[in-house]
């Protein structure tokens, strides 16, 4: 007898300002951009699509393709999204530099 298996959702388990803080920090450590843009959609999703719409002038369409996996979204769009979440970007000098 074979189990059925759903898709998992990462934005379920962001609850908290906690999870997304730490889901973020682990994505911007891959420095991959295309699953950074892909978890600031997660986390805009788990927050609420058409809130963060609202809250940053964008459409959810535009949200949506922008922060999708395959998606390239602007640097202005980008902290738009990180403000409405309550997200924000620091930096750090690299060891050895």
Known sequence: MSEKLSPYD???D???DQAIADFMAAALQT???AYISHALG???RAKGMAQIANQTGLSREQLYRSFSAHGNPTL??????MKALGI??????VAGH
């Open 10 to 12: 990462p934005a379920e």
């Open 14 to 16: 962001l609850s908290s």
């Open 76 to 81: 202005r769009s980008t902290l738009a999204v």
């Open 42 to 44: 997660v986390v805009a």
């Open 88 to 93: 924000e970007l620091s930096a750090k000098p």
């Open 31 to 33: 420095q991959d951009t």
